[in-house]
């Protein structure tokens, strides 16, 4: 049981070139979320999904797009990086029972953008 | 709208000492309480939560916190630290009926030497 996995672990793009950031669960969740998380500032939710073909934005979505084809899979992807998207990007999963839910989260993957 | 305060941003601490990590919310909803713990590169995973009934929660590795409704307050506590609690503690908060999205503070950083 493998739980929440992110590829990749690091990456460095250039401005203006674009990307996905690659979350799977194996746990049977119908809730997954992305946040991203800065040097003290917490986590912050990009976009969340309840289901397969269901997303939603969360607090700061601009400049990033989701999908949620499968129940397993939660890519984020971002089209123009920017300077301000370097940061450490969480993906996380819970079931479908509602809030008070445990998230679990995946090892995060660090971006730089250049 | 819900927000998350944690009061110190660094605590440090020898190890076998007690530590209180202090966490205040505001919100206009009920809410479901968190800590959750973040080891150096790892994600974060559950150290306890608060959804009803006893406001004094036990969770993982001898940590326990507190749910003070009038002081809208959610300390954890720990009475003996070992040097293997060396991680970032944030503090979240979810609101009830309201999907499943954490909001979380911006964390706080125990440091424990021998």
């Known amino acids: 049981n493998a739980g929440v996995t992110q590829t990749p672990k690091f990456r460095i793009l250039k401005i203006g070139q674009s990307m996905t950031l690659q979350c799977t669960q194996d746990m049977n969740h119908n809730y997954m979320y992305w946040y991203r998380q800065d040097p003290g500032m917490g986590l912050k939710l990009i976009y969340y999904?309840?289901?397969?073909?269901?997303?939603d934005k969360g607090e700061v979505p601009n400049g990033y797009n989701v999908s949620r084809s499968t129940t397993e899979d939660f890519p984020l992807r971002l089209e123009l990086a920017a300077p301000s998207q370097t940061s450490v990007y969480f993906c996380?999963?819970?079931?479908?029972?509602?809030?008070?839910?445990?998230?679990?989260f995946g090892p995060g993957t660090r971006l730089l953008v250049l | 709208a819900q927000s998350v305060t944690q009061l110190d941003s660094q605590v440090p601490v020898f190890e076998e000492a007690p530590v209180e990590l202090r966490c205040n919310y505001s919100s206009s909803v009920s809410v479901y309480l968190f800590w959750y713990v973040q080891y150096p590169n790892q994600g974060l995973q559950l150290l306890l939560k608060y959804l009803s009934g006893s406001t004094l929660v036990k969770g993982i590795n001898g940590f326990e916190a507190e749910f003070n409704k009038s002081q809208t307050s959610f300390h954890l506590r720990k009475p003996s630290v070992h040097i293997s609690d060396t991680a970032e503690y944030f503090c979240?908060?979810?609101?009830?009926?309201?999907?499943?999205?954490?909001?979380f503070g911006k964390g706080t950083t125990l440091s424990v030497s021998s």
């Open positions: 996380a999963s819970s079931s479908q029972r509602g809030a008070g839910e445990t998230q679990y």
């Open positions: 999904s309840v289901g397969a073909g269901i997303t």
């Open positions: 979240a908060v979810s609101p009830k009926g309201a999907g499943t999205a954490l909001i």
